[in-house]
């Protein structure tokens, strides 16, 4: 296997990183420029190796570099005024010692994810321009159908909640929250049904020949944005860019203008007016052209907060048991379970968590570079050797569950990709057969 330049180069960068973190290496200014440096270095080589596209491993590294440096790069770069939203007592991690290690092992995360991605599109290159829409119409027209059916029993959940007062048609985020539609069990089966409903939905056709079921898709994306949600139809979103990526569309000015449009009003939109009510209060938007970078790079807190509590004794090293208990979890119902992060979660309470924070809890930076690493190679393998729309809309699924896990605990991934993997084979078995 013959390595091309650029796969020595994000290496080096994986070495320097490590070295740095080695050394322990503090300047808080320093960090911040080396991690642009990085993301350029990271950002030539996505080009490269992808040929211009935004694929599933593109778009799960793109998250994952915004939520663990977006925050830290706007609060160097333009001060603390870019964070005005937020509090002293919200941003107190900013003034932690441990910033300039959790921002080195940020980089590290991402330049490991891109130097395994190197290593797989060596030995497993992306295919250029190749048809995945083979499919008959008969089989795109029971794969739209299924699909539209999927988001269907979202919309008619959300509609029967709302009559039945389980929860309001507009509302605040909080609010939302402590409603019965969101606080029931039934909740997280139903964003799954509306993450592989819209994946499944794009991999049947375009928007004109599915046109009732993204009719049904935009009205539930209301209902979710009226109560303040965002992730909820964005992580979908994201994974649907990354498989029409995969099947050739490249990055155009007409993506980039949708993609600015989202980054730059849509999310602080909804970022801004969740905590007082989205639609009540639209004459009240006010546009901050970071708010989304920083809203999504909060979750670098987690990391922070992480290392605090490790050194204090609070916690300790979890020893890969965060990962492999929520399979053994997952095959023993009948018995008694707990939570490996439990502690954790109840010390971080909503903040959510990161994966950089829950792979170093396991086996510190050799955590990080073995999860890294692994997702980064294996995502990138999958992809290219995927060779229909059944098996890259599946991938898209597993994607959309790994986006979702860049801000949260690992516990809920075995669950949901067990379900995604058993609608995978129901779709197909329906959508495929005689008539």
């Not at 794969?143 to 389980?166: A, E, K, Q």
């Not at 950089?356 to 997702?375: C, D, K, P, Q, R």
């Amino acid at each position: 296997m013959k390595l091309k330049p650029y796969s020595f180069i994000i290496l080096l960068v994986v070495v320097a990183t490590l070295m740095m973190i080695i050394f322990n290496y503090s300047s808080i200014t320093g960090c911040a420029y080396y991690s642009v440096f990085v993301l350029l270095v990271i950002v030539w080589c996505e080009l490269k190796t992808d040929r211009h596209r935004i694929t599933f491993s593109t778009a799960l590294l793109m998250y994952t570099a915004v939520t663990q440096l977006g925050l830290f790069l706007c609060y160097v770069f333009l001060g603390r005024e870019s964070l005005s939203n937020y509090h002293d007592y919200t941003l107190r991690f900013l003034w932690s010692p441990y910033l300039s290690r959790v921002v080195l092992y940020a980089v590290l995360a991402v330049s490991c994810y891109e130097s395994a991605k190197q290593f797989a599109r060596n030995k497993y290159p992306l295919k250029e321009g190749k048809n995945y829409s083979e499919s008959t119409q008969l089989v795109n027209k029971r794969l739209s159908l299924f699909s539209t059916l999927m988001i269907l029993i979202v919309f008619l959940y959300f509609v029967y909640n709302i009559l039945t007062g389980g929860m309001s048609l507009f509302s605040t985020y909080e609010q939302f929250r402590q409603s019965r539609v969101s606080s029931s069990s039934i909740y997280s089966y139903m964003l799954i049904l509306f993450y592989v409903g819209t994946i499944y939905l794009a991999a049947a056709g375009t928007i004109k020949e599915c046109w009732f079921g993204w009719l049904l898709w935009f009205l539930q994306v209301i209902l979710f944005a009226m109560n303040g949600n965002k992730g909820e139809f964005m992580y979908s979103l994201l994974a649907v860019i990354g498989m029409k990526g995969l099947m050739g569309r490249k990055i155009s000015f007409k993506m980039l203008l949708m993609g600015g449009f989202i980054l730059f009003i849509l999310i602080p939109s909804i970022t801004t007016l969740r905590v007082i009510g989205v639609a009540q209060n639209l004459r009240s938007i006010s546009f901050n052209p970071v708010e989304a970078f920083t809203e999504m790079g909060m979750q670098l807190r987690t990391s922070v907060r992480t290392l605090e509590l490790m050194e204090d004794g609070t916690t300790g090293f979890l020893y890969g048991r965060s990962y492999w208990q929520p399979l053994f979890n997952l095959i023993t119902p009948f018995l008694s379970h707990t939570q490996a992060t439990a502690h954790i979660r109840s010390v971080l309470g909503g903040m959510g968590f990161s994966q950089i924070a829950e792979s170093y809890l396991n086996f510190g930076v050799l955590g990080i570079v073995a999860f890294f690493g692994m997702t980064g190679f294996f995502l990138s393998k999958a992809e290219a050797k995927a060779n229909n729309k059944f098996i890259i809309a599946f991938i898209g699924t597993i994607t959309c569950i790994l986006i979702n896990a860049t801000r949260n605990y690992f516990a809920f991934v075995p669950g949901q990709v067990l379900m995604v993997s058993v609608i995978a084979l129901l779709v197909r078995r329906i959508t495929i057969k005689k008539r």
